[in-house]
């Protein structure tokens, strides 16, 4: 008795570890929804994103503090797909900190590839990189069968910004062209 009861108990918390928010991780406008879609903009606001040059990466968690990277970072497409990210053949994400059904801060990074396979790795070497603004979404997963990957409703597109650097020199040059004309 006592091993049909141990057995019960680790297949209540095995399936209970199997228990994971999803979220579609696409930005098309078939995905959200939305005429035109979410593409992702270069520093200038208009240049969409194109091919492996860049990466996007989904990054979620339970609350804004606790945001991590979840499945891998994927290319954008090409063409009339620019802007767009390229899922791959299976957008969903499953958000391991989240509870089926419950509500995932989540948020889109992008930046230049040529800056590493993370978002962090770019950021620290001074490379573009942006991100969208945090949503709140519920997941999905929830029942049986699991109910269809939440797609991020409420995304907008969002544009890369210059490394850090590039602001500095701009203040360094405002500042000589202003002490140029006190002369």
Same mark, same amino acid.
């Given at each position: 008795?006592?091993? +049909?009861?141990?057995?019960?108990?680790?297949?209540?918390?095995?399936?209970?570890a199997f228990a994971q928010g999803? =979220?579609?991780? !696409? !930005?098309?406008?078939?995905?959200?929804? =939305?005429?035109?879609?979410?593409? =992702?903009?270069? /520093?200038?606001?208009?240049?969409?994103l194109a091919g492996t040059a860049?990466?996007? &990466? /989904?990054?979620?968690?339970?609350?804004? !503090?606790? /945001?991590?990277?979840?499945?891998?970072?994927?290319?954008?497409?090409?063409?009339?797909?620019?802007?767009?990210? !390229?899922?791959?053949?299976?957008?969903?994400?499953?958000?391991?900190?989240?509870?089926?059904?419950?509500?995932? &801060?989540? &948020?889109?990074?992008?930046? *230049?590839?040529?800056?590493?396979?993370?978002?962090?790795?770019?950021?620290?070497?001074?490379?573009?990189?942006?991100?969208?603004?945090? +949503?709140?979404?519920?997941?999905?997963?929830?029942?049986?069968?699991?109910?269809?990957?939440?797609?991020?409703?409420? +995304?907008?597109?969002?544009?890369?910004?210059? *490394?850090?650097?590039?602001?500095?020199?701009?203040? /360094?040059?405002?500042?000589?062209?202003?002490?140029?004309?006190?002369?």
């Amino acid at each position: 008795m006592k091993r +049909l009861l141990a057995g019960i108990a680790c297949l209540a918390l095995c399936v209970g570890a199997f228990a994971q928010g999803t =979220v579609s991780f !696409n !930005n098309s406008a078939t995905a959200l929804g =939305v005429p035109g879609g979410a593409p =992702v903009f270069d /520093l200038d606001g208009t240049t969409r994103l194109a091919g492996t040059a860049y990466l996007a &990466q /989904l990054w979620a968690g339970p609350d804004v !503090n606790s /945001l991590t990277a979840w499945g891998d970072a994927v290319a954008f497409r090409t063409g009339a797909g620019a802007g767009f990210w !390229n899922p791959g053949a299976d957008s969903t994400r499953i958000i391991g900190t989240v509870a089926p059904g419950a509500v995932a &801060q989540v &948020q889109v990074r992008a930046w *230049e590839a040529a800056g590493g396979t993370t978002y962090t790795a770019a950021v620290a070497g001074g490379f573009k990189y942006g991100s969208s603004a945090t +949503l709140s979404i519920a997941t999905g997963g929830v029942g049986q069968p699991p109910s269809l990957p939440a797609a991020l409703t409420g +995304l907008t597109s969002f544009s890369l910004v210059p *490394e850090p650097a590039t602001y500095a020199l701009l203040a /360094l040059g405002a500042a000589a062209m202003f002490l140029r004309r006190r002369k």
